[in-house]
């Protein structure tokens, strides 16, 4: 079983940049799928970006793309979310999840839907000021 424990998040303005890394306790590089997920108040949790395996393939939510880069550092465990140009609206907890990859549960097409994830991280807040 793996657990995930995000961190890094914060207060800053709007414009700014900001990294959230999610440490996982067992080997992620491979065999795995992952993702940032994030919910504000009084709103659904949000697909923000997907990993596959390895980390070689990305997919990001319309709302991020070209602001946010998701990566994976094999060798830490660790997901990061580089979160650049931030705007009030990316406000919200952030959530890093995994799920492992099996036969007839494949990473591809990489997912940002919250159902198809089993391990989930307890999330970081962030909040973008004006």
């Known amino acids: 079983q793996v657990q995930l424990v995000e961190s890094g998040g914060g207060s800053v303005e709007a414009g700014g940049s900001l990294t959230l890394s999610c440490a996982a306790s067992g080997y992620i590089g491979t065999g795995y799928c992952m993702a940032w997920f994030r919910q504000a108040p009084g709103k659904e949790r949000e697909g923000v970006a997907a990993i596959g395996p390895g980390g070689f393939s990305t997919t990001y939510a319309d709302s991020v793309k070209g602001r946010f880069t998701f990566s994976l550092d094999n060798a830490k465990n660790t997901l990061y979310l580089q979160m650049n140009s931030l705007k009030p609206e990316d406000t919200a907890m952030y959530y890093c999840?995994?799920?492992?990859?099996?036969?007839?549960?494949?990473?591809?097409?990489?997912?940002?839907?919250?159902?198809?994830?089993?391990?989930w991280g307890r999330g970081t807040q962030l909040t973008v000021s004006s």
């Open positions: 999840a995994a799920r492992r990859e099996a036969f007839g549960r494949w990473c591809w097409p990489l997912s940002t839907r919250a159902n198809d994830y089993d391990y």
